[in-house]
């Protein structure tokens, strides 16, 4: 997997807008780039994946700058329990590609 | 649908003994993979298996074997636990061809 950057804590307030960010310098023109989540004692759930655009689900929305070196995963309102361990991942190309965990993002949220 | 399970959720052995750890899915996923998670550390993948019958072997296989007989289970031997296996092991499972992989609520070994 290509290696990620991240940094190591971020702290937002309740109900106000989260922006992650997450370096992949070294990505190469057919990686995605995949968002995981883990929760406090649980295993890690799948938020988010793109390619080259912007994308938007449910949980949150990925943005991938134009050069796709670096990307932003963005909570639009922040909750309690979006307090979490956020990881950015690029899976090798292929299918079923392990996936390579770094240490993530622990996001804390204040009330 | 369950989703991937995983049993037990606890488990302490002492050094020596062996056990092994269930994982389950009911989505009829090809691709099962386990990791280990140590505290204040990402996931390191053990062992993972591209479908029933077919396994190999991820960052840290030593210790540990597998086996695939079946699509739904994909069980985590430990011969002789050490004291070094003590972690939070995670299952996951996903649809061939895809990267999105979905985890079990995992189970937390301590070895004695």
């Known amino acids: 997997d290509a290696k990620t950057t991240q940094p190591n804590s971020m702290e ?12 992949h310098s070294t990505i190469s ?21 793109g390619l080259t655009s912007n994308v938007n689900n449910r949980m949150a929305s990925l943005a991938i700058a134009e050069d796709r070196k670096s990307s932003t995963l963005i909570l639009h ?3 309690l329990r979006d307090a979490a361990v956020y990881y950015c991942i690029l899976p ?18 204040r009330p | 649908n369950a989703g991937v399970t995983q049993t037990p959720k606890f488990q302490v052995l002492k050094t020596g ?3 092994t750890l269930q994982c389950a899915q009911d989505m009829n996923h090809e691709y099962m993979s386990w990791y280990r998670q140590d505290p204040g550390m990402g996931l390191r993948l053990i062992h993972y298996s591209v479908g029933a019958g077919i396994t190999d072997q991820g960052e840290v296989p030593n210790g540990y074997n597998v086996s695939r007989s079946t699509t739904e289970d994909f069980p985590l031997r430990l ?13 996951a499972s996903a649809e061939g061809g895809t990267d ?6 995992g189970t937390r070994l301590t070895v004695l």
């Open chain 1, 12 to 23: 937002s307030n309740e109900e106000e807008p989260v922006h992650l960010p997450c370096n």
């Open chain 1, 29 to 49: 023109g057919t990686d995605y780039i995949h968002w995981y989540r883990q929760l406090p004692s649980q295993g890690p759930e799948y938020v988010i994946h």
């Open chain 1, 77 to 79: 309102r922040a909750t």
């Open chain 1, 92 to 109: 090798h190309t292929g299918a079923n590609s392990k996936l390579t965990f770094g240490k993530g993002i622990t996001l804390s949220v």
């Open chain 2, 17 to 19: 003994q062996s056990m």
């Open chain 2, 79 to 91: 011969l002789s636990a050490a004291p070094s296996q003590t972690s939070v092991y995670f299952c």
């Open chain 2, 100 to 105: 999105t992989q979905y985890f079990g609520p």
